[in-house]
């Protein structure tokens, strides 16, 4: 298998554990892994894949690094303070949808002193062409990284996250995560397909792309990168987006809820919550049963928590 560059960013492995009462509340064995304790602001999945991703910026030479998101993007934050350890320059593009203000990851940025430039529209292909013309502009090569770092590079973090997982001893019959941009969740099927073949992977849908296309693309691109065959499933998604992406749901709401009032860990409502909700609710159908052990991958995201005007109460 072909190995990849990699700068050290994150502190992995990343804490595993039981999580006994809300086990207790749904009737099976539910485990959390906490990539959002890796070390970087207020953690989170897009570290992971940032080590491959800056590495190949750093090893073509670039000193420019530009990504894109919506206006709480915890990629985009995550992007910046990780390229600026690594005395990278970093510029954010982002899209002028949701909270602009200085709220939530807006707060991180602006803590960073990273510059944030918003573009009105709905088309990424806008936005990468703005990134071209701000490169131009400023007479420097730009290293882009997609939304989410959602590319067959990036996809590898996850693939590591599995590694790390498998390594840990504890069988899982479920593994569950977000799917917002397809990578995480590309690599997290790619990598028990690799790592753990007897685990089923759901992924919670937060967004309304094709994923099931996007995902399964991601997978084969970062197969062949790797030089590995495996087989490509097609994946368990389920439908999680609640009212849109990024904006609260009430089944997200009851979770983030149950999270925090029985373990105290704190989720979000754009990724975590939903993702969470998509496991409650398939254990109180029945599809966990109570000798299971079902592992929730906690992929960040608390600060757009406080970008929300609204009251799970």
């Given at each position: 298998?072909?190995?990849?560059e990699?700068q050290?960013?994150?502190?992995?492995?990343?804490p595993?554990?039981?999580?006994?009462?809300?086990?207790?509340?749904?009737?099976t064995?539910?485990w959390?892994?906490?990539?959002?304790?890796?070390g970087?602001a207020?953690g989170?999945?897009?570290?992971?894949?940032?080590?491959?991703?800056?590495?190949d910026a750093?090893?073509?030479?670039?000193?420019l690094?530009m990504?894109?998101?919506?206006?709480?993007s915890?990629h985009?934050?995550?992007t910046?303070a990780?390229?600026?350890r690594?005395?990278l320059?970093?510029?954010?593009?982002?899209?002028?949808?949701g909270?602009?203000s200085?709220?939530g990851?807006?707060?991180l940025?602006?803590?960073m002193?990273?510059?944030?430039?918003f573009?009105?529209?709905?088309?990424?292909?806008d936005?990468?062409?703005?990134?071209?013309r701000?490169g131009?502009?400023?007479?420097r090569?730009?290293?882009?990284?997609p939304c989410?770092?959602?590319?067959?590079l990036?996809?590898l973090?996850?693939?590591?996250?599995m590694?790390?997982?498998?390594?840990?001893?504890q069988?899982f019959?479920?593994?569950?995560?977000a799917?917002g941009?397809?990578?995480?969740a590309a690599?997290?099927?790619l990598?028990?397909q690799?790592?753990?073949?007897d685990?089923?992977?759901m992924?919670s849908?937060?967004?309304?792309?094709?994923?099931?296309?996007?995902?399964?693309q991601?997978m084969?691109?970062?197969?062949?990168l790797m030089?590995v065959?495996?087989?490509?499933?097609?994946?368990?998604?389920v439908?999680?987006?609640?009212?849109g992406?990024?904006?609260p749901?009430?089944?997200g709401?009851?979770?983030?809820s149950?999270m925090?009032?029985l373990?105290g860990i704190?989720?979000?409502t754009?990724y975590?919550?939903k993702?969470?909700?998509?496991?409650?609710?398939?254990?109180?159908?029945?599809s966990?049963?109570p000798?299971?052990?079902v592992?929730?991958v906690?992929t960040g995201?608390?600060?757009?928590?406080?970008?929300?005007?609204?009251?799970?109460l």
């Open positions: 298998m072909k190995e990849f990699k050290s960013l994150g502190i992995f492995p990343t595993l554990h039981r999580l006994p009462n809300i086990s207790r509340e749904l009737g064995n539910v959390i892994k906490r990539d959002d304790l890796c970087v207020l989170g999945n897009k570290v992971r894949k940032l080590e491959y991703l800056l590495a750093k090893k073509q030479g670039y000193d690094v990504t894109t998101g919506q206006a709480q915890n985009a934050m995550l910046a990780c390229a600026l690594l005395g320059d970093c510029i954010l593009v982002l899209k002028k949808r909270v602009t200085c709220r990851n807006q707060i940025n602006k803590l002193g990273v510059e944030v430039r573009v009105d529209t709905d088309s990424y292909d936005i990468y062409e703005e990134m071209d701000i131009q502009e400023l007479g090569k730009v290293y882009k990284i989410g770092g959602s590319n067959a990036g996809t973090g996850y693939v590591d996250c590694k790390e997982i498998a390594e840990f001893g069988h019959d479920h593994i569950v995560c799917c941009s397809g990578g995480t690599g997290t099927v990598g028990a690799m790592y753990l073949p685990t089923h992977v992924c849908m937060v967004d309304n792309d094709p994923f099931d296309v996007i995902v399964p991601l084969k691109e970062a197969a062949d030089g065959k495996v087989p490509i499933p097609v994946p368990d998604l439908e999680m987006w609640g009212p992406y990024s904006i749901s009430e089944e709401n009851e979770a983030i149950m925090m009032r373990e704190v989720l979000d754009c975590t919550g993702a969470f909700a998509g496991l409650i609710k398939r254990a109180r159908e029945g966990y049963g000798d299971d052990h592992l929730f906690h995201g608390a600060a757009g928590l406080f970008a929300q005007d609204w009251n799970l």
